[in-house]
């Protein structure tokens, strides 16, 4: 998140406190990561890691940490509030945030000429995904959560994530591999 954002919420009474400003600033820069992936748009991300915001703090008495952490409950919050404004308002999947999670740097022009030619390649093989696909590869390769986070987020088992992120990196591989006339076998 380029800026930080204002958090506009009040306290609800509760048993167990908030987490602190410094969490909730860390949840509220995880959480725009990954609203900003699914609908491709800073103002909607801006706007649904709010909103998640507040959910999280209203429902804090509802939270139970031996369920999931902090963390994993509140982008499935955002996660889901994402995905029911996406169900509204059909926005666009914006390309070019798959570019900003890139941190290859490369030594001569030549390498970054090539490195960006591949990054560009593996960015429209990852596009060309279903929805459902590309959530499991930024949620897993762009955002490091760990298979037992993403079955929690997305409510499936985690046994399911591992088989369905093979199958869709190996969906990949070949797709990628067929680009350059390479056979995976």
């Not at 409950?73 to 070019?96: A, C, G, H």
């Not at 090539?114 to 696909?133: F, T, W």
């Not at 955002?143 to 990196?169: C, D, Q």
């Amino acid at each position: 998140m380029a800026k930080s954002m204002p958090m506009n919420f009040q306290s609800p009474t509760t048993k167990m406190p908030l987490p602190s400003d410094q969490t909730i600033n860390a949840l509220g820069q995880s959480g725009y990561a990954i609203s900003f992936q699914l609908l491709g748009n800073h103002q909607d991300a801006e706007d649904m890691t709010q909103d998640s915001l507040n959910i999280l703090v209203a429902k804090w008495n509802t939270f139970d940490k031996s369920k999931a952490s902090v963390k994993t409950w509140f982008l499935t919050i955002v996660r889901n509030r994402s995905i029911d404004y996406m169900r509204k308002k059909k926005p666009q999947f914006n390309p070019e945030i798959l570019d900003q999670s890139s941190d290859q740097k490369a030594d001569t022009a030549q390498q970054q000429m090539e490195a960006s030619e591949r990054q560009a390649i593996v960015r429209d093989a990852v596009i060309a995904l279903p929805q459902d696909q590309r959530e499991l590869i930024l949620l897993r390769d762009y955002h490091g959560l760990k298979y037992a986070e993403i079955a929690e987020i997305l409510n499936v088992p985690i046994g399911t994530i591992m088989s369905r992120l093979s199958r869709v990196r190996k969906q990949l591989r070949q797709q990628l591999f067929d680009l350059e006339g390479v056979q995976d076998d």
